[in-house]
């Protein structure tokens, strides 16, 4: 390439480098790191862990953030699946390692984002991430083939 260096800015990675997270982790224990609000398919994910457990699966899912928290446990209640959810609150920092590291996939089903820290997050911590294809979210789709590739082998490894 033929770039300027004086008009090149290098930044450095938003997140600190978590670390992969362990291979021991349970293959249905998800994680949303959001704040918990429509925009951000919350409803829509309670609806799928539900539909999932009423298949027979053992889903876990774990609601990392602040906003609608009140309204998302009623949900969660309603729809029967209030023992498999847990709402740890917002998570910042270096609290979200653990979480990142301890989950078998990030998953944000967001109708709109911009480039979500939590994918940023995960992704350094090599965990896979499920979202759907808004925003900058669509650098990490089947378009992009060397992404799918890479983390395909953890995520087909738990097959039911």
Do not use: C
Request: charged share 20%; proline share 6%.
């Amino acid at each position: 390439m033929d770039l300027d260096p004086k008009k090149v800015v290098i930044r450095f990675n938003a997140a600190e480098n978590v670390g992969a997270g362990a291979d021991n982790v349970d293959p249905w224990h998800f994680l949303i790191v959001a704040n918990l609000s429509p925009r951000k398919g919350v409803g829509e994910l309670l609806q799928a862990v539900a539909r999932l457990k009423n298949e027979g699966f053992s889903i876990r899912l774990t609601l990392a953030g602040g906003g609608q928290v009140d309204r998302y446990k009623a949900g969660a209640k309603e729809l029967g699946i209030g023992e498999r959810v847990d709402f740890i609150g917002w998570v910042s920092g270096k609290d979200v390692h653990d979480p990142l590291s301890s989950r078998s996939a990030l998953v944000l089903p967001s109708y709109q984002e911009g480039f979500p820290m939590a994918i940023i997050e995960s992704l350094s911590a090599g965990l896979p991430v499920i979202a759907r294809p808004v925003g900058s979210n669509v650098l990490f789709s089947d378009e992009f083939p060397n992404w799918r590739a890479a983390h395909s082998q953890r995520l087909t490894k738990y097959k039911p």
